[in-house]
C-alpha cells in the first residue's frame, strides 16, 4: 500500500486570513455583520482575519456559511475556479490546496469546480486520545473514508468504536452523530468524500455546517 501515502511535504499555500478578509470585503460586509452570521465573536474574526489562531474545523465551516460559501471555496486561496457550467476537473499533486485545524490537515481535491454535490478531500487526522473526544456531528449527506495510512477511530452514536486501518474504508449516513479519532500514536491519512443531500447549487456545504454550528452551540 505504499503507493497509497501522501507526502508529507504536499505543497501549502498562504494562509486563510487574507482570503477571509477579502470575501468580507467582496461582500461589503462588516465584521459585526460577519460576526452575527457566523456566531465568532468580532474579536475572534479580527483574530483570524490577522493569521493570530488557526480556525479549527467547526469554525472553518461557520466561516464558510456565514459568508455563504462551501468549504471548498472557502479552502481555495485564488480566484482561478471554473464557471458553474464546468463539466470536469482535474487536480494535480502540485496545485492541492492545503487547510490546517487543530484536529486536521485538509488537503482539498478538484477545488476550482465549483457547486459540487461530492466533496473530495485528504484529510490528516492529528493523533488524539480517544478519552478527549469532545463531542461527535450529524448533518445531512454521506461521508466514505479509505485509510490511506495510520489508524482511526470512528465513533457514532448507534455503535461502538470501529478502527480502520490502512486499506480498510467506511461508509455512513452523515445524520448518524460521529467523529474521527486517529490512534497508534500517530496521524493518520485519510480519503474522505462527503455527498451532499441534492444537487442544487445552494445545499454545497450548506448541511454541514449547519450541523456543525448545532454541536457547537451545546458546548
Given at each position: 500500500?505504499?503507493d497509497l501515502r501522501i507526502d508529507s511535504a504536499?505543497?501549502?499555500?498562504?494562509?486563510?486570513?487574507?482570503?477571509?478578509?477579502?470575501?468580507?470585503?467582496?461582500?461589503?460586509?462588516?465584521?459585526?455583520?460577519?460576526?452575527?452570521?457566523?456566531?465568532?465573536?468580532?474579536?475572534?474574526?479580527?483574530?483570524?482575519?490577522?493569521?493570530?489562531?488557526?480556525?479549527?474545523?467547526?469554525?472553518?465551516?461557520?466561516?464558510?456559511?456565514?459568508?455563504?460559501?462551501?468549504?471548498?471555496?472557502?479552502?481555495?486561496?485564488?480566484?482561478?475556479?471554473?464557471?458553474?457550467?464546468?463539466?470536469?476537473?482535474?487536480?494535480?499533486?502540485?496545485?492541492?490546496?492545503?487547510?490546517?485545524?487543530?484536529?486536521?490537515?485538509?488537503?482539498?481535491?478538484?477545488?476550482?469546480?465549483?457547486?459540487?454535490?461530492?466533496?473530495?478531500?485528504?484529510?490528516?487526522?492529528?493523533?488524539?486520545?480517544?478519552?478527549?473526544?469532545?463531542?461527535?456531528?450529524?448533518?445531512?449527506?454521506?461521508?466514505?473514508?479509505?485509510?490511506?495510512?495510520?489508524?482511526?477511530?470512528?465513533?457514532?452514536?448507534?455503535?461502538?468504536?470501529?478502527?480502520?486501518?490502512?486499506?480498510?474504508?467506511?461508509?455512513?449516513?452523515?445524520?448518524?452523530?460521529?467523529?474521527?479519532?486517529?490512534?497508534?500514536?500517530?496521524?493518520?491519512?485519510?480519503?474522505?468524500?462527503?455527498?451532499?443531500?441534492?444537487?442544487?447549487?445552494?445545499?454545497?456545504?450548506?448541511?454541514?455546517?449547519?450541523?456543525?454550528?448545532?454541536?457547537?452551540?451545546?458546548?
Amino acid at each position: 500500500m505504499d503507493d497509497l501515502r501522501i507526502d508529507s511535504a504536499l505543497p501549502s499555500v498562504p494562509t486563510l486570513g487574507p482570503k477571509v478578509r477579502a470575501l468580507r470585503k467582496d461582500q461589503r460586509k462588516t465584521l459585526s455583520e460577519v460576526s452575527s452570521a457566523t456566531g465568532l465573536s468580532i474579536s475572534a474574526l479580527s483574530k483570524i482575519e490577522n493569521d493570530q489562531v488557526s480556525p479549527t474545523f467547526a469554525n472553518l465551516m461557520r466561516l464558510a456559511e456565514g459568508l455563504g460559501i462551501s468549504l471548498s471555496d472557502l479552502v481555495m486561496l485564488d480566484d482561478q475556479q471554473q464557471s458553474v457550467s464546468a463539466r470536469m476537473t482535474v487536480s494535480r499533486k502540485a496545485d492541492t490546496k492545503f487547510r490546517s485545524t487543530p484536529k486536521y490537515d485538509m488537503y482539498a481535491l478538484c477545488a476550482d469546480l465549483r457547486h459540487k454535490r461530492m466533496t473530495p478531500l485528504i484529510e490528516r487526522v492529528k493523533a488524539d486520545d480517544p478519552s478527549k473526544i469532545d463531542g461527535m456531528i450529524a448533518h445531512t449527506g454521506e461521508e466514505f473514508f479509505f485509510v490511506l495510512n495510520g489508524a482511526i477511530e470512528i465513533h457514532t452514536e448507534h455503535y461502538n468504536p470501529v478502527r480502520l486501518e490502512e486499506g480498510d474504508s467506511a461508509y455512513l449516513d452523515s445524520s448518524m452523530a460521529h467523529t474521527l479519532v486517529a490512534v497508534g500514536g500517530g496521524d493518520a491519512d485519510i480519503l474522505m468524500v462527503w455527498l451532499g443531500p441534492n444537487a442544487s447549487p445552494d445545499e454545497d456545504g450548506a448541511s454541514l455546517a449547519e450541523a456543525i454550528l448545532r454541536q457547537d452551540a451545546k458546548k
